[in-house]
């Protein structure tokens, strides 16, 4: 395109000198001035629409007949009209993404110029989702309601699965608490979001506040609370905490149809843990099990982290509902109660049963973490000796559960007195999973 302005130019410039250079030897040629008239005219339509195509428009000094290029500026409408129809999807993923990039650089150096389109695109509720695993997942979720529509069989979707679970959304809701600007937006409201916050001022702050007490996702309250703090650091936490409230309560009908709109209890969650709010306790206890019998994890993490050892006679006592059966469910549970093994008789009574019960396998000595995690207190340490001591003496058949505790006993030691590291064979670093999953390899180098 940039080689056809150039060309028409030349063309323009070629076609009126001549005509010039001709004009005394033709005077009263009138045809012939109508047609080259006429050429001149077309010419000149086909170059501007040459120019539109190109983004920028050429001027000629007619002083030096130099031709200088200027960029045409392009309007915040366009930004967003052209941010509006990309879908980075595929192998052309990283350069669409490119593409949205330059068009939000656009947008944030146009400045206060950009706002109106900008909360314009905001108030019709539309986004777009950038983010791979969130586009996969809206895909698998058509791909599920058109085979349902078929009479067929749906096929579970495995992100939307592991983020709605017990044990996804107990451990996510710790990891989104860190949420951090990316340089890749996961939508184009989120991007959106974080150009009105670079413009900066009265009106984007009052734009994003805007926002936030209109959306119903999760994600965009703890998003916006982010970026409304760095704007003005404690301003809007009320606000922020009555939207939380509002939607935990009074959820939207989103019918799952995104990944953003999922996960959004989980984001949610994370802003009450954020501002340690107990406000929310009582509510949250009749929330541990959802209207479909599955464990929320989102749930259980705000209780354990703002109650902490007071939540673990609730989370005991569902975890021993017999109705809950999802393995995923009980160990969003189990982690929770573990946290205070060797403080709360509930707590070691549950790693008790866990690391004695063989039906587990390898797994049941997952739950030997704990005992060198979290409280390091001397104390505590102690106690958690000594209930290794009373399991050992209740399995003493079981060799492999005995050479486990073992070893945690002396990690323990050791983490009370570093010095006796080397003493207790613990300096290596070796583990206690490995210790045991790798029993067979070990006993083949003694023999």
Known sequence: MKQIVPILIAALLGLTAGYILNSDKRPDDSSSDSTQDDLIAK???????????????DVINTETEKVIEKVVEISPEEYIANLKQL?????????????????????????????????????????????????AFDRQRQEAKEAEARGEEAKPSGIG??????FGSYFLTSMVQNMKRELEPGSMRLGLFDVVHDIGGPKAEEILAKVLSETGRGLEVAYLDRILSEIAPDKYQEEVLAAVHELLTNPPDTNGNSLLDESSRMFLFSVLVKYKDATFVETAKLMIITPEGRVDGAVVNYLTTILGEKA?????????????????????????????VGTNIESNAF??????????????FLALGHMTGGDRNESTLRNRQKLIADIKKTSPEDESLNRALDGTHNRIEVMIDPSKAEELGTGGGRNILEQFFNRGRQEKKTN
């Open 161 to 166: 699965q592991f983020i709605t679970s017990g």
């Open 312 to 340: 673990v006679p609730l989370l005991y006592a569902k975890v021993k509902d017999e109705n809950l059966t999802d393995d995923g469910d009980k160990m969003a549970l189990g982690d929770a109660i573990l946290k205070h």
């Open 351 to 364: 790693f008790t049963e866990v690391v004695t019960n063989k039906e587990l396998g390898p797994l049941r």
């Open 43 to 57: 010419l000149r339509k086909e170059l501007k629409e040459a120019e539109a195509r190109s983004g920028k428009v």
């Open 87 to 135: 879908r980075p999807t595929g192998e052309t993923r990283q350069q669409t993404m490119q593409e949205i990039i330059h068009y939000m650089v656009g947008l944030t150096k146009a400045e206060e110029k950009s706002l109106p389109a900008i909360e314009g695109f905001f108030e019709t509720g539309q986004d777009i989702e950038y983010e791979a695993t969130a586009q």
